[in-house]
């Protein structure tokens, strides 16, 4: 079953802007990953973030996790064109933490 | 390297057809995927293999049949597929490790999938 589902599920913003997607969760995790696919193509591991950890930044991502609302979200500053796929949070499952489970997605348009 | 590759892109088979699907990694991970993917929905897990060995088979129907023949490799092996098998499969690699008997999860390194069309 599903274990984390994004919010929204689909956002259009111009480039130049920031985008902000979101992913609850519901039972207790290790790590969140973040992951964008582009049409068609494999996924793109974005970033890790650990249970201990509240806030990370890669580049211009900025990723925070919220245990005690079992939430994450992903911000995207100054996004591109080039940013426009499908971006997905995944959480291991509880006892087999080698496997993930994704959520269903959020599209994101990133308009020139 | 941290490449995954899949070969073939593309694939087209009847439902009396025999082919393979192929996936190869050199960044010596120990744990290797393989996922289904239909439009617009996230990827689902089918098999996964650590140390060669299947570790998790998700409940999939047996006319897929993987294989891992070394720690680079990863084989699924198609046979007698029904139309409602067509999607993109990819396949994964992450690190496996077992420390103090947790296994950690990493992340996962995908290929660019193989789309797969059953006629």
């Known amino acids: 079953s599903q274990q984390g589902e994004e919010d929204p599920q689909a956002l259009s913003i111009q480039e130049g802007e920031n985008a902000t997607m979101n992913c609850s969760y519901k039972?207790?995790?290790?790590?969140l990953q973040w992951y964008r696919q582009n049409s068609g193509r494999g996924l793109v591991h974005l970033i890790l973030?650990?249970?201990?950890?509240r806030e990370k930044h890669s580049g211009r991502l900025r990723v925070t996790l919220d245990t005690s609302k079992k939430s994450s979200s992903l911000l995207i500053t100054a996004s591109r064109a080039a940013d426009t796929a499908s971006y997905f949070c995944a959480t291991p499952i509880t006892g087999a933490n080698s496997k993930l489970t994704f959520g269903k997605g959020i599209t994101l348009s990133v308009r020139p | 390297d941290t490449e995954v590759t899949q070969t073939p892109k593309h694939l087209v088979m009847g439902m009396t057809n025999k082919k393979s699907l192929k996936c190869e990694q050199h960044m010596g991970h120990r744990a290797m995927y393989w996922y289904k993917q239909k439009a617009k929905k996230p990827p689902e897990l089918m098999f996964v293999y650590s140390y060669e060995k299947l570790s998790i088979n998700e409940s999939v129907p047996s006319r897929f049949s993987p294989e891992c023949p070394n720690s680079s490799l990863l084989n699924l092996h198609l046979h007698a597929l029904q139309p409602e098998d067509s999607a993109l499969y990819l396949c994964a690699s992450s690190q496996f490790l077992i420390l103090a008997g947790v296994v950690p999860t990493y992340e996962q390194y995908f290929g660019p999938g193989t789309r797969l069309t059953v006629t």
């Open positions: 973030i650990r249970s201990n950890e």
């Open positions: 039972t207790s995790i290790n790590n």
